[in-house]
């Protein structure tokens, strides 16, 4: 019996078929998991890498640009962190300026743990930027930064 309210099978082909967040989130999920079988041996993941290439700076971040520039809520990403600090990764310490808030070291280990990753990133997204050539990944990157710059319409 059909329900007035039920969605036409139809419409589930079109939303599976175009949905651009749908592709997004799985091409995603793929990446991600290519990079965290290539970074296993390190014993990181694709996210503690950005998160660690994130924090390679002249001075220590604090907490706000960080999660700014790795779409992430604050919470989440002091969630994040909470590995990394434990095994001796990152540091978290009180800004001298300012000291309710914290900015973020990367430590000596994390620093080599970093420059152990970059060479195994180097050569894995060289190979897959090469499978995208035709779909000319600075056209790629420059379409998604937009998306994720851009402000939601209400």
Do not use: Y
């Amino acid at each position: 019996m059909s329900n007035s309210r039920d969605v036409p099978f139809d419409t589930t082909i079109l939303v599976r078929d175009t949905c651009l967040c749908l592709h997004v989130q799985r091409a995603a999920r793929t990446l991600s998991r290519l990079f965290d079988e290539a970074f296993q041996p390190l014993g990181l993941t694709s996210g503690q890498f950005s998160l660690l290439n994130a924090l390679n700076r002249h001075e220590p971040p604090a907490i706000g640009p960080v999660a700014q520039l790795l779409a992430m809520d604050r919470t989440t990403l002091t969630a994040a962190l909470k590995p990394l600090e434990r095994d001796g990764l990152v540091a978290v310490k009180v800004d001298p300026n300012d000291r309710r808030s914290r900015l973020l070291h990367l430590t000596d280990k994390g620093r080599k743990v970093l420059a152990s990753a970059v060479p195994i990133w180097c050569d894995l997204h060289g190979a897959i930027e090469a499978r995208l050539s035709e779909l000319e990944p600075d056209s790629l990157r420059g379409a998604l930064n937009s998306l994720s710059h851009a402000k939601p319409s209400t």
